[in-house]
């Protein structure tokens, strides 16, 4: 068996990425999600801690995670609210044009969704 | 293509009726989701926010977005706990007996969730 | 007409587990939730609120609850992190490997999410 699900982050919490980053690690170590889909969206203010120069402490975490197959995808809306340039955004990351409609989309698409 | 998602707030933290507001204008004004159904559903201590006496500076915003076909639905068990009558909410509100069957006659219904 | 329907809680927050079980009871005594199938997961540090010798004032409630059909599913991974045991936590609870994955789980099964 495997699953579908996106997770979904606006805040600009660091608990709140630490909780989504766990969960996920979670679920990628359980047998039964053997090649599960997973996707972060963030949106809001959460986009700020996939910046290149900020990421910090979680980038080792993320970059496995990634490795992993999972995608993180960054609303763009939140992007120019925040004045911040796709370029500045870790390499990893997807930048989707509206961060809700991304999960819309998944959601149609069977995935299952948590808001950690 | 459309959407159809319902967007949960159930806080009495301004920061989230903002944020949730502010997801339900990015989905609109994007070209994909014309003819979208979106549906805010307000319970616990966030049903204040639709006070007529109280909206203030949101007021504008939800208006504007109510004319755009999103529907905002307030649970009336949480009028009766904070002792809210329906005739002092907003014109605009629909009021739903229990707000959490709301959210899941929506998602049995194929709307997504969003918890802003 | 009945309802499947999961709540998930990851924080310690006693103020978010208020709601759950407030959400849960609207829920419950509305006549078209008969036979309804209700679920409440939780992971993270909101797994505390199930020890045994801390549960306090939400007790009854959560008995009642239970006894009324409502599972409570506890996240094992979040007990070993905080070095909880397994026998720590209340009677009525049923222990999880992963919580994340009971959620997608119930989710694929047909439920709704929602998160207080």
Chains 1, 2, 3 share one sequence.
């Not at 992993?68 to 609303?75: D, E, L, Q, S, T």
């Amino acid at each position: 068996m495997s699953y579908k699900v996106v997770f979904h982050i606006d805040w600009d919490d660091d608990q709140i990425l630490k909780m989504a980053l766990v969960n996920i690690e979670n679920l990628l170590k359980d047998p039964s999600a053997i090649s599960s889909k997973i996707h972060l969206v963030a949106n809001g203010e959460s986009v700020r801690f996939f910046r290149k120069e900020f990421c910090g402490e979680n980038y080792p975490k993320i970059k496995e995670l990634h490795s992993n197959g999972v995608r993180f995808c960054i609303c763009n809306n939140s992007l120019n609210k925040l004045k911040y340039k796709p370029e500045n955004m870790l390499d990893i990351c997807e930048i989707v044009p509206t961060g809700v409609i991304e999960i819309c989309r998944l959601q149609d698409a069977g995935f299952a969704y948590i808001k950690p």
